[in-house]
């Protein structure tokens, strides 16, 4: 079967550090992406993970754990134009994206 | 470099009839996946086409197909509205390749088609 779970909203406050979460049980997998999704509009790409280990790039970090099925996304300095919903997304290895629910994040002044 | 663009952008349908949705994928891809997005939910995967061919099909009633065209381009079709068909379509192009090698190719997502049934 497959599974995501992440949390549904999370709210920080501008300047800070937010991390999402993510856990999965996915079968055939072979990475994991995190889309970006602002209200009305497409998903973007923002960062894959294929291997264990830290992604950085710019302001965003995304890690990932294949042994323990959990990947998260760091969000550091926060601005208000990152109020977003952020997609935690198992790919298999046929190709096909499984998108959890989204998490629901609100930017502060 | 034209990104992935959908038409039309919105469209209102009643119960029972007929929709088609278009999509043409970004320069250089080959395959293109459609996902059906429900409001506060994530994209779920109806299928993906590649050489004219569907690859791989999500949990979609048989009411919902598709077709690829020779230059990549794609359509959803959906029969027989229902109200639950009622979303956001959204269209991904990627660079996908035999099956061996898929997974790691990054799709891009094209503005959507919203799509209200009455």
């Known amino acids: 079967g497959q599974n995501i779970d992440q949390p549904t909203e999370m709210t920080a406050t501008e300047g800070a550090i937010v991390q999402i979460n993510c856990t999965y049980q996915?079968?055939?997998?072979?990475?994991l992406f995190w889309y970006q999704q602002h209200a009305g509009e497409a998903p973007t790409f923002l960062s894959y993970n294929v291997l264990d280990g830290l992604e950085e790039k710019g302001r965003f970090s995304s890690f990932l754990s294949r042994s323990k099925g959990y990947s998260y996304l760091l969000l550091k300095e926060l601005q208000m134009k990152d109020s977003a919903s952020y997609l935690c997304a198992p790919s298999s290895n046929t190709g096909k994206l499984i998108f959890g629910q989204g998490t629901t994040l609100q930017v502060k002044p | 470099d034209a990104g992935v663009t959908q038409s039309p952008t919105h469209l209102i349908k009643t119960r029972g009839q007929q929709v088609t949705l278009r999509c043409s994928p970004k320069s250089g891809h080959d395959t293109v996946s459609w996902y059906q997005q429900a409001l506060g939910q994530g994209p779920q995967f109806i299928f993906q086409?590649?050489?004219?061919?569907?690859?791989q099909r999500g949990n979609f009633p048989d009411r919902f197909s598709g077709h690829q065209f020779p230059n990549y381009s794609s359509e959803l079709n959906v029969n027989a509205l229902l109200l639950g068909d009622s979303a956001l379509y959204l269209c991904?192009?990627?660079?996908?390749?035999?099956?061996?090698?898929?997974?790691?190719?990054?799709?891009?997502f094209g503005p959507g088609t919203r799509l209200l049934v009455l």
């Open positions: 991904a192009s990627s660079l996908f390749g035999p099956l061996e090698t898929s997974g790691n190719e990054t799709q891009y």
């Open positions: 996915t079968s055939g997998f072979n990475g």
């Open positions: 086409y590649y050489e004219e061919e569907e690859r």
